[in-house]
C-alpha cells in the first residue's frame, strides 16, 4: 500500500501563486509515477501534470503549461507543485496520485490522496 497525503491549499487571488506539496509513504515505487489531477465542482476529474521519482520526465496539461511545475524529491518521497499566476479556473479540489503505468488519464494510478482545496477568487 501507498499512502499520500498532499497539503498547501488555500485562498488566493488571481495572479496569486501557491505550492503545493504530496508525501510518499509505505510500499513506494523506485520510478514510480506521480501526478497531480483536478476536479472542479460538476465536472469530471482532469490530469494537470506528471513526473517519476527518478528520472523526473514532467509533462503538463496544455491549460497549466508555462504557469505550473511539478518536481520530486526521490530521497524525501514528496513531489510539488509550483502554481503560478492562478485563474478563477484553476479552483478545484487537487489530488495527488501514484502509480505504475501513469500516463495522463485517473485509471494509470492506483493510488490517491485525499484532495486540497485550491480557490483562486477576488
Known amino acids: 500500500q501507498v499512502q499520500l497525503v498532499e497539503s498547501g491549499g488555500g485562498v488566493v487571488q488571481p495572479g496569486g501563486s501557491l505550492r503545493l506539496s504530496c508525501a510518499a509513504s509505505?510500499?513506494?515505487?523506485?520510478?514510480?509515477?506521480m501526478a497531480w489531477f483536478r476536479q472542479a465542482p460538476g465536472k469530471e476529474r482532469e490530469f494537470v501534470a506528471r513526473?517519476?521519482?527518478?528520472?523526473?520526465?514532467?509533462y503538463y496539461a496544455d491549460s497549466v503549461k508555462d504557469r505550473f511545475t511539478i518536481t520530486a524529491d526521490a530521497h524525501e518521497k514528496i513531489i510539488y507543485l509550483q502554481m503560478n499566476i492562478l485563474k478563477p479556473a484553476d479552483t478545484a479540489v487537487y489530488y495527488c496520485?501514484?502509480?505504475?503505468?501513469?500516463?495522463?488519464?485517473?485509471?494509470?494510478?492506483?493510488?490517491w490522496g485525499q484532495g486540497t482545496q485550491v480557490t483562486v477568487s477576488s
Open positions: 496520485a501514484a502509480g505504475v503505468v501513469g500516463g495522463n488519464a485517473p485509471a494509470g494510478y492506483s493510488y
Open positions: 509505505g510500499r513506494t515505487f523506485s520510478n514510480g509515477a
Open positions: 513526473c517519476r521519482f527518478r528520472t523526473g520526465d514532467p
